[in-house]
């Protein structure tokens, strides 16, 4: 959690335990199923992938080209990892608090980290080819571990909840080592741009809120600055900023030590191959978040919890409220399951309801066995085709609104992924006239009428309805293909008419089952192409070494009295030490491209700030 006073913490406490008694089933969020499998095509786009001239630059230039693919950070220890410990394990990856190494520590400084394990947990959600229910040879005897499974975890893992949440006997996710909580709150999954809030409460003042999606996304207290500074106080060690972190000494980690030994280098090996694990997972623990934003419900700030237990599930939303991220969840994984014969894969989003839903998505012909094989609305591997988005700023992902600017002024063009789904789609409950756009009248001029038809209303069952046909604004892509468009406008709401005395009764807007189609059909596509530039972003730094004019780096005296040691290490007779180049002369430039803005094609240099350049040999 961000930094607070104890008013605002138990402000939140209090949110946790009356708004979100629902966490138990993660209904803050897309199910994590669902995160994965947006996640994994959001991999097969992106350069991480591996298999473009562009991918094969970026290998070559973070040494992933020395790694096995099917199993990168594998580390020369024998046997599993086992738990918790202060030294890297097999199949372990680093976890430090958010003051590891920012306060002039020298590493390792154990007090602050601790390697912890991949877990069945985690397993469980990940696509089928990944958990072994589809065997695909290409992946490896363990795709659980490879670069995308690590990005996939991340986003799995973000939702976990306090181990006491969970009930008796089913598989839970390890506590946090830095304190357990319940992240959908403390971190936060909400963000709504035209405010800058959380708005998951009844409060229009920011210093009620618990932090923002944007601010536990990017390690910040105010992501909105110029040059924001990492907010050390924060509760979460997988932000942006961590990952970044993570990723410099995946890079560069060594540490000091009077004796060079191979125990000591093989040691380091793993400590850095559990840092690229993290690194991975943090960046996915962002993207998870990212993806949030295009939940209409999460940046329009509209809780949509439930939960099974009696006497707390009094405490829940609506059917209606709580139906687009169960709509989701039921026609993406379900219908993928039986494609593949993966019964175990599917879970429901809340199991005590799964006969309802069934119910209202087989009366309006959306259950699995009514709809194509494919019909997921997810594309096939590595073929979506919305255009990746670029930006300079990684919280642009999220939204380009101004630093310090009204959150109105520029709203239809703005880029970034919670503004196109903050002012593009409705919500049940933040319907007329809650946000400026979509608009807030029936009556209004750009709406075009569809026909009357007899459809299905979470919450009503069949009622006649004619839907409100509305154009999208997207500045990134505005000649996107989605589906379903007339004259360029999409059916976003329905317009019906309710109450017991026929036409004196309420006409009001009503989501129905085929605007929810409506949304997934056009915001999961935009997710993985944001996600995929997303990590595109992450890894675009390049610098250029060059020699200086005389052709040569270091020049060392071969004369020099040396030996080896039993390690193999050349060590020199006067005082023990490696002997080796102790000073170099080059040239550091850099390199990275400049980048093209998304929706304004303005063309940003990508510039390197002050900072401390490390030198690391390859050879």
């Known amino acids: 959690m961000t930094g607070k006073s104890n008013f605002q913490a138990c402000v939140v406490r209090l949110l946790a335990c009356c708004l979100g008694v629902g966490l138990h089933s993660a209904a803050l969020s897309y199910e994590v199923q669902t995160h994965a499998l947006i996640t994994r095509e959001a991999f097969n786009i992106s350069l991480l992938k591996g298999s473009s001239p562009a991918s094969t630059e970026l290998y070559l230039r973070l040494g992933f080209d020395r790694l096995d693919r099917n199993d990168p950070f594998q580390q020369t220890e024998p046997g599993n990892c086992t738990g918790p410990g202060a030294v890297p394990q097999k199949d372990g990856y680093i976890d430090a608090n958010g003051a590891w190494l920012e306060s002039g520590a020298v590493p390792p400084d154990s007090n602050n980290r601790r390697f912890r394990c991949i877990l ?58 830095w304190g357990d909580q319940n992240r959908p709150v403390t971190v936060s999954h909400f963000y709504i741009p035209t405010s800058n809030t959380s708005g998951i409460v009844p409060f229009s003042n ?138 175990r894969f599917y879970t429901a989003t809340n199991g005590c309801e799964e006969g309802k839903w069934d119910r209202l998505f087989r009366q309006a012909g959306q259950a699995p066995d009514q709809l194509p094989t494919a019909n997921t609305w997810l594309p096939p591997p590595g073929q979506n085709t919305y255009p990746i988005p670029q930006f300079s700023v990684q919280r642009k992902f999220f939204t380009t609104r101004a630093p310090g600017g009204n959150g109105q002024a520029d709203l239809l063009t703005r880029a970034g992924l919670g503004d196109y789904s903050n002012r593009g789609f409705y919500t049940e409950d933040k319907m007329e006239g809650s946000f400026l756009s979509p608009p807030a009248s029936s009556a209004d001029p750009s709406f075009t009428d569809g026909v009357v038809r007899e459809l299905i209303v979470p919450g009503k069952g069949k009622v006649k309805v004619k839907a409100l046909y509305w154009q999208v604004p997207d500045p990134v ?143």
């Not at 295009?294 to 599930?313: D, I, K, T, W």
């Not at 040691?565 to 430039?589: C, H, M, W």
């Open 120 to 177: 069945q947990y985690e397993r469980d959600a990940f696509p089928p080819e990944y958990r072994g229910l589809v065997q695909v040879p290409e992946l490896g005897p363990r795709p659980e571990v490879r670069f995308e499974a690590w990005l996939m975890r991340g986003v799995i893992r973000e939702d976990d909840l306090k181990a006491s949440t969970y009930p008796a006997g089913e598989l839970i996710p390890d506590p946090d080592p």
């Open 206 to 343: 920011p210093i009620f809120n618990p932090p923002t999606a944007l601010q536990g996304a990017m390690g910040t207290a105010d992501p909105l600055e110029a040059n924001p500074a990492p907010n050390v106080l924060r509760g979460n060690h997988f932000s942006y900023i961590d990952a970044r972190r993570n990723m410099f000494f995946a890079l560069t980690y060594k540490e000091p030590r009077s004796v060079i030994n191979a125990a000591g280098a093989k040691l380091d090996s793993n400590v850095r191959m559990s840092l690229w694990a993290s690194t991975l997972k943090a960046l996915g623990h962002v993207t998870h978040l990212l993806q949030d934003q295009a939940s209409p419900q999460h940046a329009r700030g509209e809780m949509h919890n439930y939960v099974c237990r009696f006497p707390l599930n009094i405490f829940n939303q609506d059917i209606a409220t709580r139906t687009y991220e169960n709509f989701v969840n039921y026609r993406t994984i379900f219908t993928l399951f039986n494609a593949n014969n993966s019964a």
């Open 477 to 619: 892509a505005p000649n996107y293909a989605d589906p379903n468009l007339l004259a360029g406008k999409a059916p976003i709401v329905s317009y019906g008419q309710f109450g017991f005395f026929g036409a004196f009764g309420v006409k009001r807007r009503i989501l129905t089952l085929d605007n929810y189609n409506q949304m997934a059909d056009m915001l999961i596509p935009r997710t993985i192409a944001y996600t995929a530039g997303f990590v595109n972003f992450f890894f675009r730094g390049k610098l250029t070494v060059d020699p200086i004019q005389q052709r040569v780096f270091a020049v060392m005296n071969q004369g020099e009295p040396h030996t080896m040691n039993a390690d193999g290490y050349p060590i020199r007779t006067s005082n023990g030490q490696i002997f080796g180049f102790e000073k170099i002369r080059l040239r550091v430039r850099n390199s990275t491209d400049p980048i093209t803005e998304s929706g304004t094609n303005t063309v940003v240099p990508q510039t390197v700030g002050a900072g401390k350049l490390v030198a690391v040999a390859r050879y």
